[in-house]
């Protein structure tokens, strides 16, 4: 599975971005699709998840961001409000085959997009 991600840039705080991840060369319906992100000098950490048609959320993301997939269209979003600054980080989608105690862990997942990069500054 090749996994493109796009939809970065720079925004102020408070307004919202939507992230997108287009996947080809593979079952990608079959997966589990999450979304990472790495800030800088830190470990990539989970964002979002849908496993088994549930969505999951780390906590400090909880009531701003929603994850959606088509899988008709082979595609994995992030809608993402109120951004703060703290948000500022390179987001990577990945699809992989975790069980439910390992959704949040990067190493569950078998591929990865390249990144995309959030910025969010006044």
């Known amino acids: 599975v090749q996994l493109q991600a796009f939809g970065g840039g720079l925004v102020q705080p408070g307004v919202s971005l939507r992230l997108s991840c287009a996947a080809s060369?593979?079952?990608?319906?079959?997966?589990?699709v999450a979304w990472f992100r790495q800030a800088p000098g830190k470990e990539r950490r989970f964002v979002a998840a849908?496993?088994?048609?549930?969505?999951l959320y780390e906590d400090s993301v909880k009531g701003r961001f929603t994850i959606s997939r088509d899988n008709a269209k082979n595609t994995v979003s992030l809608q993402m409000n109120s951004l703060k600054p703290e948000d500022t980080a390179v987001y990577f989608c990945?699809?992989?085959?975790?069980?439910?105690?390992?959704?949040?862990?990067?190493?569950?997942?078998?591929?990865w997009g390249q990144g995309t990069l959030v910025t969010v500054s006044s």
């Open positions: 990945a699809v992989g085959r975790p069980i439910t105690s390992t959704v949040s862990d990067s190493s569950a997942y078998y591929y």
């Open positions: 060369g593979g079952a990608f319906s079959t997966y589990t």
């Open positions: 849908i496993k088994s048609g549930r969505s």
